[in-house]
């Protein structure tokens, strides 16, 4: 594992930091995000892509989300930019496709830029196989090696907008000099999305194989050690990632049912790849349908795990969020959306232990996609666009202000916990109660209230003056 040391050699996190936030990026034309980082100084670097710039997006924050830079690394060529990761250096290492090109493929382009964005090299599946046919591709995930070199994943497509023919993983060295291919599943038009280096100096790759949910291991010169595939179930495997106990955890999603959805699925595999436990969605929340595309372990051994929620195929309804132990049981789920389609593409865990999330929203922004940087707490929640992070007072707070559920916390409240809520005429449209002296409650509960409308509504301590009242919106 690469140690990245920059500046004083720590995460420099300042104290004026906001622990939630959201912040969307681009014009009313589709920008999306699909991957972030949390950078050395304590910032986000975000990859993605925007109409308005062909040629994939970079764009780097500060902690708060506000702007520093943007980098359009193929510049002129189209397409767009799938994966980023800080460099030992502080520079950046990204790869995704270029489009234009005299022979009508995409092609795998491999970009170094240095800590500002500017460009310091760039190679393409071209470079690499001058000699022969590059078949043309498209890279999905890199990541830096423990020899300074770097790993890229993806897949071969021989044709503009035609099938995949093979799982593609690329080894190079600093320079983005080539080393070693390997292509696996071409005969299944198989397609690796994630990639990462194992503890063994090997590399854990997932994916798609002939439309099934599949895992891939391979040693340190990209031989297979095990795969594994979900023959079952059509699905996709989006992410994967490495264990504390040599292990290895993957979400994505599986369709086992004839209810014309896509499952989020967790998948948790010991070191050989036999399976430990699996989650479905129907096992995890409260909702059923979506996609899991990023996973993280966190710092207590559990994991935090962002997609987005799915009525039917193919469909992206709203962002969301879930936390779960070792075990891969539920601790906290969070959905962030509007009236319009949101995604979660890419989440990390902070250096103040809150989480980062790259998506893309239509509900909020300029118009068309918008990227979509959202910042939590510990605890999932957020303040959205526009408001101000709610204040706690006396024992009780609204952490989740906006949103189709509200959520309350309260605390050391030895009758219970009861409020009114009042909307903006004035006129009580609710009650609140707990008998529990603390807890985290959400509004409106289910299929009780739906004739609850969205809006703007205050929610008032009993006996507590109007004035005092906490304003949320209620959206859907």
Known sequence: MKLIVCLSGVFLVPLTGLAGWTQTYGQNQDDEGYCVCQTAEGGYVVAGYSSTSPG????????????????????????????????????????????????????????????????????????????????????????????????????????????????????????????????????????????????DTGYIVSGYSEHHFWILKTDEDGDTVWTLTLDDWPGKGYAAQETSDDGYIVTGYVAPYRDGKYHFYLLKLASNGDTLWSRMDVDLVEWSGGVGRSVQPTSDDGYIITGYTSEWDDQ?????????????????????????????????????????????????????????????????????????????????????????????RYRDRAEGFHVQVFDASGRKVDEIRSSNESGIITWPITVTHQTISPGVYFICSIGEVRSDARKVILIK
């Open 316 to 408: 992206r309804t709203d962002l969301f969020l879930v936390k779960t132990d070792v075990e891969g049981d539920t601790i906290w789920t969070r959905i962030y959306g509007g009236e319009d389609a949101d995604a979660g593409y890419c989440v990390h865990q902070a250096a103040d232990d809150g989480y980062i999330v790259a998506g893309a929203t239509r509900s909020f922004g300029a118009g068309e996609y918008d990227l979509w940087l959202v910042k939590t707490d510990t605890e999932g929640d957020t303040v959205s666009v526009a408001e101000e992070s709610p204040a706690v007072q006396d024992d009780w707070c609204v952490t989740q202000p906006v949103g189709r559920r509200i959520v309350l």
């Open 56 to 199: 994939g997006w970079i764009l780097k924050t500060d902690e708060n989300g506000d702007t520093l830079w943007t980098s359009t690394p193929f510049a002129f060529t189209g397409g767009k930019a799938y994966s980023i990761q800080e460099t030992s250096d502080c520079g950046y290492i990204l790869t995704g496709y270029m489009a234009a090109t005299d022979d009508g493929k995409y092609h795998l382009g491999l970009v170094k830029l240095d800590s500002l964005g500017g460009e310091i090299w760039w190679h393409s599946d071209m470079d690499w196989y001058f000699d022969f046919d590059s078949t043309g591709g498209v890279g999905c995930s890199v990541q830096e090696t423990s020899d300074g070199g770097f790993i890229v994943t993806g897949f071969r497509q021989p044709e503009l907008w035609g099938d995949t023919t093979g799982a593609w993983l690329i080894k190079t060295d600093s320079e983005g000099g080539f080393q070693w291919s390997k292509t696996y599943g071409a005969e299944y038009q198989a397609c690796a999305f994630s990639v990462h280096e194992t503890s």
